[in-house]
């Protein structure tokens, strides 16, 4: 059985630098063709794709978010962190994670999501 | 980037009825195109893959079908648990993207 979930803090001050952790159990991320994604979507609005990584290390990340994104996983804890710098009010989302498969990635499972709040 | 464009953004409908849902993508895709079910507080749920393949355990009153760029999610007769907000997303290439999403209400 497939299961993720989000973790990090719900409330981050704008500038500062937001960590996010995806820990999951019924896969290993260093299978073949498997990944780990993060998403976000802010309240009332819809969804956003912000980056993948895959089994290799290959990492993909939005263009409009390059910049600030940094996507790492830790095998042989079953995480992948994402890290977002210079946070701002706009950035306050609900953050996913989820897993995937494939080169073209399916995205069968997802995490509960946790809301992210940034304010001062 | 690839754009996708969902129509209608809100549908009104009763428990029963056949209900569509279009997207568009803004270049050809080939059927790397999926479908997701959101209710309110919840993580999205996979229902379509590959434009036409059920997830498994999805109800088979879903059905998907099209190619290249225009895509349509089916319901066959919609039941109450049905109501909910529902993204087509593509997958031919990154960035990933997603429609802006149909509400379908009662």
């Known amino acids: 059985q497939i299961t993720l979930k989000e973790s990090g803090p719900t409330l981050v001050k704008p500038t500062q630098t937001l960590t996010l952790t995806c820990s999951f159990s019924g896969f290993s991320v260093s299978t073949v063709r498997l990944g780990v994604g993060w998403f976000r979507q802010p309240p009332g609005k819809a969804l956003e794709w912000l980056a993948l990584i895959y089994w290799d290390d290959d990492k993909r990340y939005s263009p409009s978010l390059e910049s600030r994104l940094t996507i790492t996983k830790d095998t042989s804890r079953n995480q992948v962190v994402l890290m977002m710098n210079d946070m701002d009010p706009v950035d306050t989302a609900t953050y996913y994670c989820a897993h995937s498969i494939g080169a073209n990635p399916k995205l069968a499972y997802w995490g509960q999501g946790i809301l992210v709040t940034v304010s001062s | 980037d690839i754009q996708m464009t969902q129509s209608p953004s809100t549908l009104s409908v009763s428990v029963g009825d056949r209900v569509s849902i279009t997207c568009r993508a803004s270049e050809s895709i080939s059927r790397w195109l999926a479908w997701y079910q959101q209710k309110p507080g919840k993580a999205p749920k996979l229902l379509i893959y590959?434009?036409?393949s059920l997830e498994s355990g999805v109800p088979s009153r879903f059905s998907g079908s099209g190619s290249e760029t225009e895509f349509t999610l089916s319901i066959s007769s919609l039941q109450p648990d049905d109501f909910a907000t529902y993204y087509c997303q593509q997958y031919d290439s990154y960035p990933l993207t997603f429609g802006g999403g149909t509400k379908v209400e009662i």
């Open positions: 590959k434009a036409s």
